[in-house]
Every structure is written in C-alpha cells, then in structure tokens.
C-alpha cells in the first residue's frame, strides 16, 4: 500500500488539502483565490467574487502586510486536524472534480510545483492522524447505504438483481460506443467535442453504496461527482453477506493492476475529454467491468483512494487510464449479492446541498 501522503500526488487531493488549510488560515485561502481567479481569466473561465468591506470597522487590521508565498504558508502549518471537518473537505474536493473540461483555477494553482511540494508536505505530516479516520477504511459490507435521489432529477430504484445482464448491455453498448466514435468523432484531442468521460460501470443500474457516519448519514450524500443539485433522497440500508469478494481501490497502484488486468480500450470515446483534463494524448483503458464480475462481487473505491487516484493520468500497458467519475467510498456491485437491511429512509438537504437530515429529526442541523 502506498502511503497516504500520496494523496498530494491526485488533483482531487490537493483540493482536499487545501480545504483543511483553509478552515484555518483565511489568508492563504485568499491568496490562493486571487491566483485561481488570475488562472481561470487567462484561460477565459468566468470566476466573480463579491465582498463588501466596512471601512469604518475599528476591527479591520490596517497594518502593513508583509507578502508571504502561498507555498510558505503551507509549510508553517501544523498537522493536527482536531475538530477538522473531513467530510466538508472531501465533499468540496468532490464536488469540484471535473472531467469534461480543463483543470479550473484552484487546481492548477495548487498543481504549481512549489505549491505541490508544500502539500506533500503537509500531508506527510497529516499521515499519522488520517490512518486513525474512516477514510483509509475497506469496505464496510454489512453495513452499507444505497442512495436514491428524488425531487426533479430523480434516479432509479434499488435493483438487486439481473447484474449479469446489466453488465453484458453495459459491455455491448461501450464496444458499439467505440466502434462509432472511431468511425463519426474528429480523431484530434483537442477538438471541440465530448463524449463519455466516466471510467465505472456507470448508467446500469448496478447498486452503488456507501458507509453512514453517525450524524451525517449516508456519505454519499455528499460525495458525488457532478451532481445535479439534489435536496431529496431515499436511503436504503443493505448489507452483503460473509465470504463476498472484494476489490479494494486504496491507491492508484490498485487501479493501475484493475484496469491491466481486465483491459478494455477506450480511446475512441474518451480521446477528447480525457485529453482536455490531463493534457495528454494517448490510447485509453478501464476495465472490462464484465470480466471483473467473473472474479470479484464488489469494487470499493476508499476516500484516501479516491484522493490519491481520480483525475489522473496513470501509465497502464499500452498506455493510459484515468479513474472518473466514482466518488468517495463508493462500492459498485457487479453480481447479485446484496440483500435488504432496513426500511429506507427519506433525507433532505439544504439548498446548497452541505447539510442533510433525516425526514423524521426533531429539528435541522443547524437550529
């Protein structure tokens, strides 16, 4: 297993760093804002930030500031995450993963080497304290959550069978893909044009779950990847029994073997959209996720996993692989092997989608 500080090597790690750093150092936040917003203008992306000052606010610091690097600031900070909310962090490094498009702002400032080198660092020193959190955890079979979204998108029921069936269409349809952007996409990476981006089993129904923290539920509330804005859901406890075979994704080495060992070339569909997030030109692979199921009933993908692996560009035999689109702590079923565990319970959120509390609480989180 590859150390956690390997989780400043992943874009969506640094952004996770940098949200801890944040709660604590407002400066380097704005510091790192103002570079962002600089990035993503010269690169034609729109970032506006309001704020309002009260000059006459006796509290205003109005001494002179001595310029401190971005990268500096980092390496002054201690590594005690003590009352740090990991959730939030994760939750914002996951929302930001984007894989149909450029790297925004933030991520390329925090992709500079210096800046880069500074969060290794930081996140050696974090090592000791995030091997103790439920973020390096396995799979957590018999105690998992299925979430269906509601409200104006919503998404399918929990469907517990049929899984070879779902993965045979799934097979036919990606190779029918590939067939027709080979023969009808532009072959230049850098053409105007997008496709599928994703590098899981997506869009068949296959049961995707998740841990629940105590007083937050369900993780995956909140970590998702392009999410559609949901303030609805449907959370529904399942659990797997003894003796199911499990693939654990808790490095970008556990990816690399996945996808090489059940290679499946997407390069015709993913050219253009892979090439726009990690700048490389190359032939793509995923795994054969059918192949997979003859071997394993589940893949789960950790939180530091997720951290360290998704949005990069990894050298597989051949070429490339890139793990999108799968957040945090999911596991995705690939053979029939859950059963039911509970009544599902409904979950509302805020509108921004930060906070979420079971229909039947006495009171919301923040009253």
């Known amino acids: 297993m590859q150390p956690l500080a390997s989780i400043a090597d992943g874009p969506r790690g640094r952004r996770f760093l940098m949200s801890l750093l944040a709660e604590r150092d407002e400066q380097l936040a704005s510091e790192v ?98 091997s103790a959190t439920w973020l390096v955890e396995p799979l957590d079979a018999p105690a998992q959550f299925f979430v269906q979204w509601l409200g104006k998108h919503p998404t399918s029921e929990l469907e517990m069978s049929g899984a070879d069936a779902k993965l045979r269409a799934w097979k036919s349809g ?91 070339r997407v390069t015709n569909s993913r050219r253009h959209d892979w090439w726009r997030v990690t700048g490389i030109e190359s032939e793509w692979f995923i795994p054969d996720w059918e192949a997979v199921a003859a071997d394993f009933d589940a893949v789960h993908l950790s939180a530091t996993g997720y951290l360290a692996t998704a949005g990069r560009a990894l050298p597989v035999n051949g070429g490339h692989t890139v793990l999108a689109g799968w957040g945090p702590d999911e596991a995705y079923w690939l053979t029939d092997a859950l059963v039911e565990a509970g009544q599902p319970v409904e979950w509302h959120a805020s509108l921004d989608g930060a906070l979420w509390w079971p229909r039947e609480a006495e009171k919301k989180p923040w009253t």
Do not use: N
């Not at 590594?79 to 450029?102: H, N, P, V």
């Open 33 to 130: 804002m103002r570079e962002a917003i600089a990035a993503d203008s010269s690169t034609g992306s729109a970032h506006v930030v309001f704020s309002k000052v009260d000059e006459s606010d006796p509290g205003i610091d109005r001494s002179p500031v001595t310029p401190v690097s971005p990268a500096q600031r980092i390496r002054d900070q201690d590594a005690d995450i003590a009352g740090a909310d990991l959730l939030a962090a994760l939750a914002e490094a996951t929302r930001t993963a984007m894989y149909w498009q450029e790297e925004d702002g933030e991520d390329q400032v925090l992709a500079r080497p210096d800046i880069a080198d500074a969060l290794a660092g930081f996140a050696r020193a974090l090592e000791p304290a995030l």
């Open 174 to 264: 990606t190779v029918a893909g590939e067939r027709r952007a080979d023969a009808e996409w532009p072959k230049s990476p850098g053409a105007p044009w997008t496709g599928e981006w994703w590098s899981t089993p997506a869009l068949t129904e296959l049961p995707i779950t998740t841990r629940a923290l105590p007083q937050t539920g369900p993780v995956r509330l909140q970590l998702i990847e392009d999410t559609l804005g949901w303030t609805e859901a449907l959370a529904a406890p399942v659990r797997a029994g003894e003796g199911i075979r499990v693939y654990e994704l808790s490095a970008p080495d556990a990816w690399i073997r996945l996808v090489e060992r059940y290679a499946l």
